[in-house]
């Protein structure tokens, strides 16, 4: 039984391949078109699904998209009734959009399949192509992959159809929907519409948000219940809409919301200052306060023992993290591409679940993610070939020196790209195209933020672990395979502030050494942390342990393999521009390595200069 799962035409589309139940292969579109949240049908997606597998479009069972545009349609319908004449404009402009693309999507997806595989593959899209909602596939993305027999399933977003946030209660191969909330009652809208406020772009820069509120203080919490969200005991909430005008298509906030803050939306890229640290605590709170009683509620009403969680909130590593210290459940699990990417998955997986009725067999206390590593991989042959086109200058090494020689060159502070086998599914690298450092120096957050990755100063790293020295490290004893989790670090290991140091505000913070892994450790002695298994990802286990050797550190800096605005990289193209491009200092590409200063002056200049110019 082959079934392909796409979503499309939001933002972060993506594909992924279900055979018999199995999750055989899953990426997102944005990492072949090097455009980050890329919305376009997944062509490349799809194509490296199949190919991945030598599977033939005619061998495929089903087909099956992650959300319904009718009852989208509906919504955009509704909602400019509901507030007309206010968003006409908007309204009358994207509805030629919707006739000719978005609601007839049956037709948009088989047109688009037909022009990928050719009119001559007579592939049956009226019995073949499947349509699930969006809330479901989120759901299902959490629930059937997670190693649970029954769990309260929680999903939060910005909106799928109708529904921004559902509980439902997984038991074997079924899903039961017990609650929803409705748009534009939003969570996730409401921390998108500070996401707007505070001048990061909407659907990708809630991540900032999040990183910046450790260094505000929640002091608009008051403002923000008494006049923008009503939250109930229960964790239900209502907004009130006066204050945004998201439902008309216009912008996320209005003057109305201006006025309750005194302040107009912060200019992009123009300097952020104690008020937008302080409304991103605020609205971190906020969003905690909402989660945790939702949580309480669900774990009282339902009596499961176990949660699984997606959909965008699912992201905010904070919040999850406050989930399990408060140990609401027994055992909490996360989707690790929770967003609208993990929807392909969870469209498949309801298919073959919930439609077709199969089994569902839960085979170990892991989850079926496989690490999450689930995307492209290239041979050393392959690699090679690549690196000589690019005219680089590298060397071929063995496992151990590889491992040998990257650990050490770590341990004497250099800055080092990382990419290994498969690729990651989701928004994390997780050891696979990865930018690894040493999480002892002092220095390496503002180095890797600035000469690096080229972004905001303030912006943590994570630490990557080896899962059996998370205790010695954190005050945590979860695993956590996807860096969705933040603890705080241990307080033997944390460094206490001085009383001047305690009456520093906001960015002043920064370069306070707040514990011996201060490259890893926030400002509020916090670290999303991952940890490291055998099982799923050996070479970059066997990486660590060897610093460790080195060290005593078994820890690493771990983020992203990309720079700020553009995709994680995938290729060995990627990797090498991204390199080239950027003050690392060393890359290690499947057993090959690659240091700069040896690098041909000419590529030098051509990469560099194009990162400038990009």
Same mark, same amino acid.
């Given at each position: ?24 292969? $899953? ?140 509980? $439902? ?38 991540? =900032?948000?999040?990183?910046? $509120? ?33 439902? @008309?298509?216009?912008?996320? @906030?209005?003057?109305?919301?201006? !006025? *309750? ?9 123009? =300097? ?44 905010? +590593? ?68 690549? *690196?000589?086109?690019?005219? $680089? ?11 040998? !020689? ?43 933020? *600035? ?58 913070? *920064? ?27 050996? =070479? ?12 005593? +550190? ?15 990289? +995938?290729?060995?193209? &990627? ?6 491009? @950027? ?13 700069? &200063? ?17």
């Amino acid at each position: 039984m082959i079934i392909l799962g796409i979503s499309a035409f939001y933002h972060d589309s993506a594909a992924c391949l279900i055979i018999n139940g199995d999750i055989a292969a $899953a990426q997102q579109e944005e990492r072949s078109t090097r455009k980050k949240h890329d919305s376009n049908f997944p062509i490349n997606s799809i194509n490296f699904c199949l190919n991945s597998k030598n599977i033939n479009p005619l061998e495929i069972d089903y087909i099956v998209f992650y959300d319904k545009p009718f009852l989208k349609f509906e919504r955009l319908l509704e909602t400019y009734l509901a507030f007309a004449p206010k968003g006409f404009t908007s309204f009358f402009t994207s509805l030629p959009v919707w006739i000719k693309d978005k609601l007839f999507q049956k037709k948009t997806i088989t047109n688009e399949f037909k022009k990928l595989w050719g009119k001559e593959i007579k592939f049956d899209f009226k019995k073949k192509l499947l349509f699930s909602e969006h809330h479901l596939s989120h759901a299902a993305s959490a629930f059937y992959p997670s190693p649970f027999e029954n769990a309260a399933i929680l999903t939060m977003d910005g909106v799928g159809e109708w529904t921004t946030t559902s509980l $439902a209660i997984g038991e074997g191969n079924k899903i039961n929907v017990i609650k929803e909330i409705h748009f534009p009652h939003s969570l996730g809208l409401l921390y998108s519409a500070i996401t707007y406020f505070t001048g990061f772009k909407v659907n990708s820069g809630e991540y =900032k948000v999040m990183g910046l $509120a450790p260094y505000g203080e929640p002091i608009y919490v008051d403002i923000i219940k008494k006049n923008l969200i009503d939250i109930k005991q229960d964790g239900s909430f209502h907004l009130d809409m006066t204050y945004f005008d998201y439902c @008309t298509g216009l912008k996320m @906030t209005n003057e109305k919301f201006n !006025q *309750l803050f005194n302040k107009q939306p912060r200019k992009p890229e123009s =300097k952020v200052t104690q008020f937008e640290m302080d409304l991103a605590a605020s609205i971190q709170s906020i969003t905690e306060e909402v989660v945790i009683k939702m949580c309480r509620n669900i774990a009282k009403t339902t009596k499961e023992e176990n949660l699984c969680l997606a959909g965008g909130v699912a992201l905010n +590593c904070v919040a999850n993290g406050k989930i399990v210290k408060e140990k609401i459940f027994k055992n909490v699990w996360v989707q690790p591409a929770a967003g609208d990417a993990g929807g392909a998955l969870g469209a498949a997986l309801s298919a073959y679940y919930l439609i077709l009725n199969n089994e569902r067999k839960i085979i170990s206390d892991k989850d079926s993610m496989k690490g999450s590593y689930l995307g492209p991989e290239f041979s050393s042959e392959n690699i090679e070939e690549e *690196l000589n086109n690019l005219d $680089a200058v590298y060397t071929k090494l063995s496992h151990n020196e590889l491992i040998n !020689q990257t650990a050490k060159a770590l341990s004497e502070g250099k800055a080092i790209g990382w990419h290994q086998g498969k690729m990651e599914f989701g928004p994390r690298a997780l050891g696979s195209r990865s930018i690894l450092a040493d999480p002892r120096s002092p220095d390496v957050q503002k180095l890797l933020n *600035l000469k690096v990755k080229y972004r905001e100063s303030f912006r943590p790293f994570a630490p990557s672990i080896l899962a059996e020295d998370l205790r010695d490290w954190f005050d945590f004893d979860n695993a956590s395979p996807y860096m969705l989790m933040v603890a705080n670090v241990n307080s033997k290991i944390q460094i206490q502030m001085n009383d001047e140091e305690k009456n520093l505000f906001g960015i002043e913070k *920064l370069n306070i050494p707040r514990s011996k892994i201060p490259a890893v450790t926030h400002v509020d002695y916090s670290a999303r942390v991952q940890t490291v298994h055998k099982e799923t990802n050996m =070479k970059y286990y066997e990486l660590i342990e060897k610093f460790k050797e080195i060290t005593g +550190c078994p820890v690493l800096v771990n983020t992203s393999f990309n720079i700020r605005g553009e995709p994680i990289v +995938c290729s060995p193209k &990627d990797s090498f521009k991204c390199f080239m491009g @950027t003050e690392l200092d060393i890359l290690a590409i499947g057993n090959f390595l690659l240091f700069k &200063d040896k690098q041909k002056e000419y590529l030098k200049v051509e990469y560099k200069n194009k990162y400038e110019l990009d």
